[in-house]
């Protein structure tokens, strides 16, 4: 897992995403949809993924506070972001923890 987000338990998980081109310029996300994907526990289908600012990149992850309180202690809540481009090609994010204290 490539890194990890650290929330407090029955808290909101709120976090950006920035995608960034191989030379670390901010993507144009406009076009491209976004889906929460392999994942676990499931719970963390009820995310909700808002681009916040797309010429600039950011996604915007939410979980809502029920939702978020029954996330797993320690590190075993794992997902991936699907990214799919207008043109319908499709890659994901690497593997990241939400982290409960």
Request: aromatic share 10%; with cysteine.
């Amino acid at each position: 897992m490539a890194q990890s987000v650290q929330v407090t338990f029955g808290s909101c998980i709120d976090f950006d995403l920035v995608f960034k081109d191989p030379e670390g310029q901010a993507e144009d996300i406009s076009g491209d949809r976004f889906a929460v994907f392999d994942f676990y526990p499931g719970i963390l289908a009820d995310a909700v993924l808002v681009k916040a600012d797309p010429t600039a990149g950011i996604l915007h992850f939410h979980l809502p506070a029920e939702a978020a309180s029954q996330l797993l202690p320690v590190d075993v809540n794992r997902l991936r972001i699907l990214r799919t481009f207008a043109d319908g090609c499709q890659e994901s994010t690497e593997r990241f923890g939400i982290t409960v204290r």
